[in-house]
């Protein structure tokens, strides 16, 4: 069966820091893998997505950046975190017959 | 004018009642409709996924769509304390890839 792996699930870190979020998938290959971010009392907010290795497609201009190294691997990163950059990240993975599949999220608060 | 308008929370019921999620949409072109539920400080799960229009039953939970009017929804029979969660309505263009468009959610309190 198919698992998402998604860490840390907690982040505490200073404004001007970098951030390096991972997500991996098992159990399938070559999927289409997301970002998204979550204010409080808000949606999703779809920040990036890639078909393949290398491929990523940014959705909204912002401090954040994504990379995909390898089939089932998807990095979220910045070069230096903004008081904005708060708020909850979830990856996903869409199985192509039904909707996406969430990982645990990762809740980063930038102090 | 957002793609995806769902109706604010938070919504409180009494243990027992029927709740009713609500969603409208601006694209004609979606035709794949999910709800997901989501509790608190976790990921959002699958709860219910339909094609085009009409209902689909999964137990205590239906999930309508009607296309003509551009609105969806989702009902909640005999609700329970466990129900209590932010249900999010998604949905999609085509059912290969794309992108799922989120509605802002709700966050529903059933009342023991």
């Known amino acids: 069966s198919q698992t998402i792996h998604q860490w840390p699930a907690t982040l505490v870190q200073p404004v001007g820091s970098p951030l390096s979020l991972e997500c991996t998938v098992e159990g399938t290959s070559n999927p289409n893998l997301y970002w998204y971010r979550q204010a409080a009392g808000r949606g999703l907010q779809l920040l990036f997505y890639?078909?393949?290795?290398?491929?990523i497609s940014s959705e909204v201009p912002q401090n954040l950046s994504a990379s995909r190294p390898q089939d089932r691997q998807f990095i979220l990163s910045s070069k230096k975190l903004l008081l904005s950059d708060s708020g909850f990240y979830l990856c996903?993975?869409?199985?192509?017959?039904?909707?996406?599949?969430f990982g645990s999220g990762t809740r980063l608060t930038v102090v | 004018q957002k793609e995806v308008e769902q109706d604010p929370g938070p919504l409180s019921v009494p243990e027992g009642a029927i709740v009713s999620l609500n969603c409208t949409y601006s694209n004609s072109a979606f035709q794949y409709f999910m709800w997901y539920r989501q509790y608190s400080r976790k990921g959002p799960e699958l709860l219910m996924y339909t094609y085009s229009s009409g209902n689909k039953e999964d137990g205590r939970f239906t999930a309508q769509v009607d296309k003509s009017s551009k609105y969806i929804s989702l009902f909640i029979r005999d609700s329970q304390p466990s129900d209590s969660a932010t249900y999010l309505c998604a949905m999609k263009v085509s059912n290969q890839g794309g992108k799922l468009i989120f509605g802002q959610g709700t966050e529903l309190s059933v009342k023991p």
């Open positions: 890639s078909v393949g290795i290398g491929q």
């Open positions: 996903a993975w869409a199985d192509g017959n039904y909707g996406y599949t």
